[in-house]
């Protein structure tokens, strides 16, 4: 059909012209009217559409970089761990030496308490030896 203004369709209604041109024309732009509200509404749902894109965007950009710090601390969890569990090595092969060097060092104490004795026991036949002979010598 067509195009009129509304300006237009009222000076058509004004002076009375009637018939099937103006009745096509009342109804095109009603029809115009209509698809135009439509396109309006439309418009609007694709503009709330967009901006819940650019919030879901923007909450994954959000998790993103959380998974990224979270990666970054689980790292340093797990550099941690491979310290505790090296400490963990090299303290169980100090202690191991500790307790080795221990039964040394009884073993050792043993040994020279033994020896001490036996010194002890040499000193003392010496001495009863000697008194014994000194007694014998003197007591004749």
């Known amino acids: ?15 009375g012209i009637q018939g099937r041109n103006t009745l096509s ?13 439509f396109i309006e509404e439309r418009h ?5 559409l967009e901006n819940s894109i650019k919030e879901l ?20 969890i797990q550099q941690s761990v491979a310290k505790t569990a090296d400490y963990t090595g090299k303290a169980k092969i100090e202690l191991d030496i500790v307790v080795d060097n221990d039964r040394c060092d009884r073993k050792k104490k043993i040994i020279l308490c033994i020896i001490v004795i036996v010194i002890i ?19 004749r």
Do not use: P, W
Request: aromatic letters at 4%; a negative charge; proline letters at 0%.
């Open 1 to 15: 059909g067509i195009r009129k203004t509304d300006d237009e369709l009222e000076e058509i209604i004004e002076n």
């Open 25 to 37: 024309i009342i109804v095109d732009v009603k029809k115009i009217k209509e698809t135009a509200m």
């Open 121 to 139: 026991l040499i000193l003392i036949l010496i001495f009863a030896a000697y008194h014994t002979i000194q007694k014998n010598i003197l007591g």
């Open 44 to 48: 609007r749902e694709i503009q709330k």
């Open 57 to 76: 965007h923007g909450m994954f950009a959000d998790l993103a970089s959380l998974v990224s710090a979270q990666g970054e601390m689980i790292d340093n």
